[in-house]
């Protein structure tokens, strides 16, 4: 049984800000203020000075002097340009980790199955949350300490909501794509690395 995911109180803080964005809760341009923040879920600044500045890292959010935190006029070409960059280090990690992954894929169909079920939901969360842990267990096989590290700070997890969510009006299933890619590595495709990079390549935004 997978152990359920606790999140850090920065996590959730970041959470609860981003689903205030996609939600439109705060437009574009709209000051987001970290005292009120913090009084309405209950906890110190001082976390949410961390959330805060983890989704300014993002590019979500920005800062100026005497004008505090504001939201991004994010555009579909903002949410795009991290994909070719993703795409090339996916490709990278699916040819370290083929022979592991070959192997055994029991941590991608876990992840199939969870998307089968968001998909017959509609549930544009679980979509998100499962598509990006189905390409971090590729990236994490890999074995390569620094390629995780630079994967994860692309924010794929934000990122990939927001291009889902935001972006993506008409509903898309996502399990059977990533049940194709499943089999490619069960069957040793050697061309396993352009596959996951055109696959990236193709759920970015299209502008």
Known sequence: MTPPVVHSLREQIREHILEGIVSGRWQPGERIVERRIAAELLVSQTPVREALRELESLRLIESAPNKGVRVRDLTAADLKESYPVRAGLEQVAAELAADALAEDVSALE??????????????????????????????????????????????????????????????????????????????????????????????????
Not at 151 to 159: D, F, N, Q, R, T
């Open 110 to 207: 876990r992840e199939v199955a969870a998307l089968e079920v968001a998909d017959r939901a509609g549930d544009s969360e679980a979509q998100a949350r499962h598509t990006v842990a189905f390409h971090r267990e590729i990236v994490r096989a890999a074995g390569n300490s620094v390629l995780l590290h630079t994967w994860e700070s692309l924010g794929i997890e934000v990122w990939t909501t927001l291009s889902i969510r935001w972006l993506s009006p008409e509903p898309r299933a996502h399990a059977e794509d990533h049940a194709e890619i499943v089999r490619a590595f069960q069957r040793r495709d050697p061309a396993i690395g352009e596959l996951l990079k055109r696959h990236v390549l193709s759920c970015a935004p299209r502008i």
